[in-house]
T-cell receptor
């Protein structure tokens, strides 16, 4: 079946630094990537939607200059949390859709802790 | 806008008990409906889905029927196991057009714990 590889699974960074999270579709072309954020014991909140080769569309209230999304190829999308602060600590999950009616394929998530 | 409401959790059951997790939705069109399961520290896995009214999705003993008249998609399982302990999310998506998929809107999640 379709697989999306998300890395890193866990990362701890210092306040003020930047962190990059990668999602790769291993066996299909991911035409659209959705990035979600999940707080402890809460639901997934959509942050942004990106289509390959286009600028991402951000949800209301999400700072596009802080959460940089790149989707330059059909197999790779990245989320960079810039100048991270403790309040950015969260679980980030990507979800890809592609051609062929595969539906949504989720990455395994990244636990970000900013200290 | 679209929204999904799940029953409040957490839900605690004994093994072999019957499970129901209620889910209702609000949507402007004719969405597809999904149930996802999340195990601790992991991403989401599709459990089952239904794409049109009266469709029944089923997988691993779980079932849910797309009820347009009550805008519901309740998840059921006749006999739960300890291994079913996880967080369950109901979700919907409006099709973006053709075979493209729109964004998923999730319910708040229901924590299920099954004791031996």
């Amino acid at each position: 079946g379709a697989v999306v590889s998300q890395h890193p699974s866990r990362v701890i960074c210092k306040s003020g630094t930047s962190v990059k999270i990668e999602c790769r579709s291993l066996d299909f072309q991911a035409t659209t990537m959705f990035w979600y954020r999940q707080f402890p014991k809460q639901s997934l909140m959509l942050m942004a939607t990106s289509n390959e080769g286009s600028k991402a569309t951000y949800e209301q209230g999400v700072e596009k200059d802080k959460f940089l999304i790149n989707h330059a190829s059909l197999t790779l999308s990245t989320l960079t949390v810039t100048s991270a602060h403790p309040e950015d600590s969260s679980f980030y999950i990507c979800s890809a859709t592609g051609t062929g009616g595969r539906g949504y394929t989720f990455g395994s998530g990244t636990r970000l802790t900013v200290v | 806008g679209d929204s999904v409401t799940q029953m409040e959790g957490p839900v605690t059951l004994s093994e072999e008990a019957f499970l129901t997790i209620n889910c209702t939705y609000t949507a402007t069109g004719y969405p597809s409906l999904f149930w996802y399961v999340q195990y601790p520290g992991e991403g989401l896995q599709l459990l089952l889905k239904a794409t049109k009214a009266d469709d029944k999705g089923s997988n691993k003993g779980f079932e849910a029927t797309y009820r347009k008249e009550t805008t519901s998609f309740h998840l059921e399982k006749g006999s739960v196991q300890v291994s079913d302990s996880a967080v369950y999310f109901c979700a919907l998506s409006e099709h973006a057009g053709g075979t493209s998929y729109g964004k998923l809107t999730f319910g708040q999640g229901t924590i299920l714990t099954v004791h031996p």
